[in-house]
């Protein structure tokens, strides 16, 4: 650690982080939580189309706070000394800004208790990005921001990335409201390997954290195996 209150570096790629999937190697910049068997029992039960909607609320929220923590850990952070309460002192570490959470409609908003969970008083920002249908391509709708969104540290929350068009549109957004490339982190639980080609190519100083990368895309654009439409699960008995 720094020891002259210059800001610590974030972490850099582990030698153990999932470097390959069934498609080829992962982009640089991404990121995935340790695959261990107690992740992919959880991955198994939100997979499994008899699953309840109970049970793939209280698991998929498990999944969904396993990776904002992740998220935090790769946020910068400068020396921070403080007394405890045997009156000695001790140098730590504090966040070096301030962050802000946004979600895409209407599924990143399941991600949203997460993050709260672990940040109190956090700020929530909201994007609404549909397809044209005249065009086929990624439309705002709608987006809502705190006014000062440019200085902050922005976790953008989207449970699925499939092809990659509402997320890039997403990024788009942000950054048409000054926050830079480096300050976003993209949070997902399931993710395509063509969308995170697509994704990172796209923005390629801007870090991806995802549970898990899956096989592929079907004709139909759809991950496979995937879990479904996750907003219906999460919402719709």
């Known amino acids: 650690m720094s020891t002259n209150g210059a800001p610590v570096p974030p972490p850099q790629p582990s030698l153990s982080k999932t470097t390959a999937s069934s498609n080829g190697t992962v982009p640089p910049s991404v990121f995935t939580l340790p695959q261990t068997a107690q992740l992919e029992a959880l991955y198994t039960i939100i997979r499994d189309k008899d699953t309840s909607r109970g049970d793939f609320l209280f698991y998929s929220d498990r999944i969904i706070r396993l990776l904002v923590e992740e998220g935090l850990n790769h946020l910068p952070v400068v020396k921070k000394t403080v007394t405890t309460p045997t009156g000695s002192t001790y140098v730590g570490v504090g966040f070096e800004g301030k962050i802000c959470g946004v979600s895409i409609l209407r599924a990143g908003e399941a991600m949203e208790a997460g993050l709260r969970?672990?940040?109190?008083?956090?700020?929530?920002?909201?994007?609404?990005?549909?397809?044209?249908?005249?065009?086929?391509?990624?439309?705002?709708?709608?987006?809502?921001?705190?006014?000062?969104?440019?200085?902050?540290?922005?976790?953008?929350?989207?449970?699925?990335l499939a092809t990659g068009g509402s997320a890039i549109k997403a990024v788009d957004v942000l950054m048409e409201n000054g926050v830079p490339e480096d300050r976003i982190i993209f949070i997902n639980l399931i993710s395509s390997p063509e969308g995170l080609r697509t994704f990172s190519e796209k923005f390629p100083r801007l870090k991806v954290i995802t549970g898990w990368i899956d096989q592929g895309l079907n004709e139909k654009a759809y991950i496979i195996p995937g879990l479904g439409d996750f907003g219906e699960r999460r919402y719709c008995e």
């Open 117 to 160: 969970e672990v940040c109190r008083s956090v700020r929530i920002g909201k994007i609404l990005i549909q397809r044209d249908e005249e065009t086929t391509q990624p439309k705002l709708f709608y987006s809502k921001f705190p006014q000062d969104i440019a200085k902050r540290y922005v976790l953008l929350l989207d449970p699925m």
